[in-house]
């Protein structure tokens, strides 16, 4: 049940009114109403992975009130592991096994010992990466003593389970959304009105930037061996603006359709193609993960704490941990790897913490290196991105190899029978309303929002594509 | 709440109005256009008189060159359209009966189509922004799964149909972009570029096809005469017997599949070449006229 399907567009009014008119009298009628809708939604993928979910969130119950309760550290410590083996556990069999079985096999066969992998035949369970990280926040907090330990169990499955944000996130923290879930909610029209914006902004940015730019990046991706530079230079940024505007788009719609339940989620992205160095970019970029990273990763293993060399260690660690959370193919640890080595000199000069405050531009000559450096940051983000987007390193390599062997710069027709610089002129206006509502979280509300409403209404309708590419990139992971 | 119920009631009044005037303003470009396809061509045609007219698939748009009829002295155009279907043949010939064109023979391609009673979507797209206006095509579409949403639903066809007949191919229209299509009295020539040269067809079955037989009744009806062939394929190509199964169902249909043979002719395996063309129109025009 995607966000931007009918079927969705029949659930979300039915439990909207179904929570405030007959399940609004406490908050855990409301919790347990959540829970079963959240449930019945996972449901719509796959009934058998629910198991899955309803395992590790038990898991995470149970092991959270025993590292609580437990006064010896040992015993706290065997809960804790106990835990994070298990959830791991299951990342690791649903999603690496057949990747680091496949790549063991293949290094044994260039060492000419013949292997054959002993594959396992499963499907990736839609969400699972986030879910477990909802858990494992969670235990970790506990263990830490930052939090305690919850003791109602609707509530705490309603935190893993919560279905806007259960199969591509955003990563929410037991210290920002259980207190909210322990509270009832009663209806706010303000708060409500956000919301509807946000998921109208949302499905913008899904069906009319991500699935249209789908078309053309896959175009190009597809046949990049008979495309030339300029289409190679297209394909990288509309690939950009695919996987920009489908997973914030669906991280729009997830936070405005938490707001009509009274929910408030995690920002997730904050304008990142603004960014001015690649440390900005990594603030404003799928925040709820990359803070994930910082607070159960880098930090314990030292942070910027310590030595330059220890500090590069554990920079190269969260971005390609990071990458490879992304998915089990060597490109997204390149991918992540890539970012890293982006970062290294920001890191060694001690400048990724400039740029803190959101860009600005006036008509004066700093406003020029202001721009320049988010056209350059934007440019070594597209680089990276190509390793994302490719099925191989090898093939990535090849992509860019050609952007600078080929030196052609005409538009070509492409298979999906457009002219590969077609849709530019669409981009450069989303960036334009983008820009225009950086200071906002979505662009609609202010002045003139019943016009701003209507021409998204408009946009949505007229300039989305729904016959070509429908499925969230995100959901793969 | 009822704040919140207002701002809703007014999105879903907001969203009802924009369909209602989208679909108005799209329809009317696609009613006053006729130069980008050969559905829209004959939609807002009226009578006409030919010779010959071509109705098929692509084996019918690059096969049959209508030049080398004219050169007999007889009017031709090439109807055939890549991608079709009979399901998009017989409604094509359905419009031209509307529509009172003199025909006296219709050569219908009739071979690989034979085998499914399926519309084929890229091109029973190109007919739905007139489903309102003409109750041939309304009717022809009644049968298909999606009929209801397609008709009651303002706008609904043409968003999910978007890549055909969206906004970017309305655009096209109104600002009458020109195409290829009809250039040639409709043939379509295909170059020597020897695509994959071999076919499996196996997994195709005739059937008795209605479409089929809906264009023997219109013919019948009108008063055309029908020619019903079977073109060229390469030589390699498993599955060849279902020719003759096609012939075993429809013995009328003309089984020239292999009246021309050498890859040469060939720009993949089920398309000739300009020049095997030329060569298989030949061979018909002998034939049948």
């Not at chain 1, 790549?103 to 044994?108: G, P, Q």
């Not at chain 2, 079709?84 to 409604?91: D, G, I, P, V």
Request: contains cysteine; hydrophobic residues 45%; charged residues 15%.
């Amino acid at each position: 049940m995607f966000f931007n399907s009918l079927t969705f567009a029949v659930f979300l009014p039915i439990v909207f009114l179904l929570y405030w008119l007959v399940f609004s009298k406490t908050k855990s009628a409301q919790n347990a109403f959540l829970v079963v809708v959240s449930y019945y939604f996972y449901s719509c993928w796959d009934w058998r992975f629910l198991f899955l979910l309803l395992f590790s969130t038990l898991i995470c119950y149970f092991t959270g009130i025993q590292i609580e309760k437990s006064e010896r550290r040992k015993t706290r410590k065997f809960w804790f592991w106990l835990s994070i083996i298990a959830n791991l556990g299951f990342l690791a069999i649903f999603k690496y096994y057949n990747f680091f079985a496949f790549s063991f096999s293949e290094a044994l066969n260039n060492i000419g010992l013949q292997t054959s992998p002993l594959l396992l035949n499963v499907i990736l369970p839609v969400g699972i990466s986030f879910y477990t990280f909802h858990g494992l926040s969670y235990v970790i907090d506990i263990y830490y003593k930052r939090i305690n330990s919850e003791k109602n169990v609707i509530d705490y499955a309603l935190f893993v389970s919560y279905f806007p944000l259960l199969v591509a996130g955003p990563i929410e923290r037991a210290t920002h959304l259980l207190p909210q879930v322990k509270v009832k909610r009663t209806f706010d029209f303000e708060k409500a009105r956000e919301g509807v914006y946000q998921i109208i902004w949302g499905l913008v940015k899904k069906v009319v930037i991500a699935d249209t730019c789908a078309t053309y990046a896959n175009a190009i991706f597809d046949n990049y061996t008979s495309m030339n530079s300029l289409s190679l230079i297209l394909g990288a940024v509309y690939f950009a603006f695919q996987i920009y505007g489908d997973f914030s788009g669906y991280s729009d719609m997830a936070l405005g359709m938490s707001k009509l339940f009274g929910l408030d989620l995690l920002k997730n992205f904050n304008y990142p193609y603004f960014s001015r160095d690649i440390a900005e970019f990594w603030r404003r970029w799928h925040i709820s993960l990359s803070s994930w990273f910082r607070d159960y990763l880098y930090i314990p293993l030292g942070g910027s704490r310590g030595s330059k060399l220890k500090q590069v260690r554990n920079v190269f660690i969260i971005f390609v941990v990071s990458g490879f959370w992304h998915g089990a193919n060597w490109t997204f640890l390149a991918w992540g790897f890539i970012n890293a080595l982006y970062f290294l000199p920001s890191l060694l000069l001690g400048t990724n913490r400039n740029n803190m405050e959101t860009a600005e531009l006036h008509w004066d000559f700093n406003s020029i290196k202001v721009f320049f450096s988010m056209l350059a940051t934007f440019s070594i983000t597209c680089l990276a991105w190509i390793f994302f987007r490719a099925n191989t390193i090898h093939i990535a390599f090849d992509y860019i190899g050609k952007i600078f062997n080929n030196g052609i710069f005409t538009s070509q027709f492409l298979s999906n029978q457009r002219y590969s610089s077609e849709f530019l002129l669409m981009v450069l206006a989303f960036v334009m309303v983008e820009w225009n509502s950086r200071f906002k979280i979505e662009p609609i509300s202010g002045k003139y929002s019943g016009l701003k409403m209507a021409l998204c209404i408009l946009a949505i309708i007229a300039l989305g594509t729904y016959s070509d590419y429908k499925e969230f990139i995100y959901f793969q992971f | 709440m009822n704040k919140f119920t207002i701002l809703v009631a007014k999105i879903l009044l907001t969203i009802l109005l924009l369909l209602i005037v989208l679909d108005w303003t799209y329809t009317t470009v696609y009613l006053h256009s006729s130069n980008r396809g050969k559905v829209e061509n004959v939609f807002n045609s009226t009578a006409r008189n030919y010779d010959v007219v071509i109705l098929g698939s692509s084996r019918a748009n690059n096969h049959f060159v209508p030049q080398l009829f004219e050169e007999k002295g007889l009017k031709t155009f090439n109807y055939g359209m890549s991608g079709a279907h009979l399901f998009e043949a017989s409604l094509l010939l359905k419009l031209m009966a509307e529509r009172n064109y003199k025909i006296k023979t219709v050569i219908l391609e009739a071979d690989l189509g034979l085998c499914n009673e399926k519309e084929s979507e890229a091109i029973a797209a190109k007919f739905l922004p007139y489903i309102h206006h003409s109750q041939t095509i309304s009717e022809h579409f009644s049968g298909q799964s999606d009929f209801k949403e397609l008709y009651y639903i303002p706008f609904y066809r043409y968003v999910d149909f978007d890549a055909l007949i969206g906004f970017r191919e309305m655009y096209n229209t109104a600002t009458g972009k020109p195409t290829n299509i009809l250039d040639n009295l409709g043939y379509h020539p295909l170059g020597h570029k020897r695509g994959n040269m071999k076919n499996d067809i196996r997994a195709l079955k005739p059937i008795r096809n209605k479409y089929y037989e809906e264009i023997k009744q219109i013919c019948k009806q009108n008063n055309y005469k029908l020619i019903a062939v079977m073109t060229p394929m390469c030589s390699n190509v498993k599955g060849l017997d279902y020719f003759e199964k096609s012939n075993k169902i429809y013995p009328e249909i003309h089984n020239l599949e292999n009246v021309v043979q050498g890859d040469h002719y060939f720009s993949s395996c089920g398309h000739m070449n300009d020049e095997g063309a030329r060569k298989f129109t030949a061979i018909v025009i002998d034939q049948f006229f």
